[in-house]
């Protein structure tokens, strides 16, 4: 016992002394300090962005998003570059040159971008109404062949229908397994694909309802539309998530308005180069610029919200375009009644 006791003291001592070893060599690492900053992170499209310099530089490459934008062999203060062309929301820019040591130097740095649009109000005419299950926790809504289908959430009684217009009634159900939330819908080339809300699964369905397939994904299924063969899918976010049919990732957007990104994206309907979007938990459809990411105008739906529905609990959800007739159909959750609308400001639609 009294050899153990001088052995645990050497041992003490000796991981003291690589303790302290290791704290002298972190300190001696020295943080290098950026040659190029941004006076701020955020600005909008159509800004001239200044890029301050700590020092003089030569031989300047600017890039965004991987693309040089500017060249510079000497700079002694600030360079700018437009941002005209620009989508909104988060952008790299990588800034490259030679310090005044002659000594090479690469700066990346984050910057946000809001749209330079202030969306204007889009006015509707409401041109009927038709019966909707008010069982219906309506979470996807679509027309395909001019037939109407819904998908439906919450645990234990999501579904997928396929809808008789004029009388509210279920065709067709397929009730998805107790485990699974349902949400969103699409229909792409006679297949159904359904989303599910924290499960990260999309199933896709022959148009006898028969599953074909399922496809992962890892963050929240909200709502679901597509572009030819393009699924466009959002999360709750603002983010829309492109996918192809195969559910192999393409690319994404980041939707914005004037103030900043637009949040909440819930149900999407594309039309004409536009997404309409559900924004949870309001009464407003926003229409989307797909090339962009702008939010270019705004639906209040207030208006044809049913007399005995508490809008707080059983928010407005569901967009289907019926192309041949020009017209949107949009609901809410568990709403008794579905409405066929069109939009008269033509000048934004």
Same mark, same amino acid.
């Given at each position: 016992?009294?050899?153990i006791?001088?052995i645990?003291?050497l041992?003490?001592?000796c991981?003291?002394?690589?303790?302290?070893k290791?704290?002298?060599?972190?300190?001696?690492v020295?943080?290098?300090?950026?040659?190029a900053?941004?006076?701020k992170?955020?600005y909008?499209v159509?800004?001239?962005v200044?890029?301050?310099f700590a $020092?003089k530089?030569?031989?300047?490459n600017? *890039?965004?998003?991987? %693309?040089?934008v500017l !060249?510079?062999q000497l700079?002694?203060? #600030?360079?700018?570059f437009?941002?005209s062309?620009?989508k909104?929301?988060?952008?790299?820019?990588?800034?490259?040159?030679?310090?005044?040591?002659?000594?090479?130097?690469?700066?990346?740095?984050?910057m946000?971008?809001?749209s330079d649009?202030i969306p204007?109000?889009?006015?509707f005419?409401?041109?009927g109404?038709?019966?909707?299950?008010k069982t219906s926790?309506?979470e996807g809504l679509e027309?395909?062949k001019d037939?109407?289908? $819904?998908?439906t959430?919450e645990?234990?009684? *999501?579904?997928?229908l %396929?809808i008789?217009? !004029?009388?509210g009634?279920?065709l067709? #159900?397929?009730d998805?397994?107790?485990?699974y939330?349902?949400?969103?819908?699409?229909?792409v080339?006679?297949?159904?694909?359904?989303?599910?809300?924290?499960?990260?699964?999309?199933?896709?369905?022959?148009?006898?309802?028969?599953?074909?397939?399922?496809?992962t994904y890892?963050?929240q299924?909200?709502?679901l539309?597509?572009?030819?063969?393009?699924?466009?899918?959002?999360?709750g976010?603002n983010?829309?998530?492109f996918?192809n049919?195969?559910?192999?990732?393409t690319?994404?957007?980041e939707?914005?308005?004037h103030?900043?990104p637009?949040?909440?994206?819930?149900?999407?309907?594309?039309?004409?180069?536009?997404?309409?979007?559900?924004?949870?938990?309001?009464t407003?459809?926003?229409?989307?610029?797909?090339?962009?990411?702008?939010?270019?105008g705004?639906?209040?739906?207030?208006?044809?919200i049913?007399?005995d529905?508490?809008?707080r609990?059983d928010?407005?959800n569901?967009?289907?375009?019926?192309?041949s007739e020009q017209?949107?159909?949009?609901?809410g959750?568990n709403?008794?009644?579905l409405f066929?609308?069109k939009?008269t400001?033509?000048?934004i639609f």
């Open positions: 016992m009294k050899n006791i001088p645990l003291l041992a003490i001592i991981f003291n002394c690589k303790q302290e290791k704290a002298e060599n972190a300190s001696a020295e943080e290098i300090p950026a040659t900053v941004l006076a992170s955020r909008t159509g800004d001239s200044g890029i301050g $020092e530089a030569t031989e300047v600017i *890039s965004l998003d991987g %693309k040089i !060249k510079e700079i002694t203060d #600030t360079l700018r437009a941002t062309n620009e909104t929301g988060w952008h790299q820019v990588v800034v490259k040159g030679m310090n005044a040591k002659q000594v090479s130097f690469s700066d990346t740095i984050a946000e971008l809001l649009i204007e109000e889009i006015k005419t409401v041109l109404q038709f019966p909707h299950l926790f309506t027309f395909y037939e109407l289908y $819904e998908g959430g645990n234990g009684k *999501s579904q997928l %396929k008789d217009l !004029k009388t009634a279920a067709k #159900t397929l998805l397994d107790k485990q939330f349902g949400e969103g819908i699409t229909i080339n006679d297949k159904i694909y359904q989303l599910t809300w924290q499960s990260g699964v999309c199933f896709r369905y022959n148009m006898d309802f028969s599953l074909e397939k399922t496809f890892y963050f299924g909200w709502g539309t597509h572009k030819d063969n393009t699924l466009m899918m959002s999360d976010s983010k829309i998530h996918y049919t195969e559910y192999e990732k690319g994404d957007l939707v914005y308005d103030n900043g637009v949040r909440n994206i819930n149900e999407l309907e594309y039309v004409n180069g536009f997404l309409y979007a559900n924004i949870f938990e309001t407003k459809i926003i229409k989307i610029d797909l090339q962009t990411g702008k939010v270019v705004i639906l209040n739906m207030e208006s044809i049913p007399a529905v508490d809008a609990k928010v407005l569901g967009i289907a375009y019926h192309a017209a949107f159909y949009v609901t959750k709403w008794p009644q066929k609308i939009l400001d033509f000048r």
